[in-house]
């Protein structure tokens, strides 16, 4: 669950069960913080994906990247 974190698109705090978060880190210590609720994705979602979510930015990062890119929009993609 998402504490404290607002949705980019809606700006709500609310419902973070079921919210996505990049999981990629930019930096040491410093995670992206593009957050958007699953029924505010561009393609909307019915329920959270199993795996890592990464905004489209970082979805494009190979493994260990740590850029320093960010995003205002949230997509998933899966990792093996």
Same mark, same amino acid.
């Given at each position: 669950? /998402? &504490?404290a974190?607002?949705? *980019? +698109?809606?700006?709500? %705090?609310?419902?973070? &069960?079921?919210? %996505?978060?990049?999981?990629?880190?930019?930096?040491?210590? #410093? #995670?992206?913080?593009?957050?958007?609720? /699953?029924?505010? %994705?561009?393609k =909307?979602? +019915?329920?959270? =994906?199993?795996? +890592?979510?990464?905004? =489209?930015?970082?979805?494009?990062?190979?493994?260990?990247?740590?850029? &320093? +890119?960010?995003?205002? /929009? /949230?997509?998933? *993609? *899966? *990792?093996?």
């Open positions: 669950i /998402i &504490d974190v607002a949705c *980019r +698109k809606c700006g709500s %705090l609310e419902n973070g &069960d079921e919210m %996505l978060l990049c999981e990629h880190w930019i930096g040491p210590d #410093q #995670q992206c913080s593009a957050a958007m609720h /699953i029924w505010c %994705l561009p =909307p979602l +019915k329920a959270v =994906p199993v795996g +890592k979510c990464f905004c =489209p930015e970082h979805a494009r990062c190979p493994p260990g990247c740590e850029c &320093d +890119k960010h995003t205002t /929009i /949230i997509g998933k *993609r *899966r *990792r093996a």
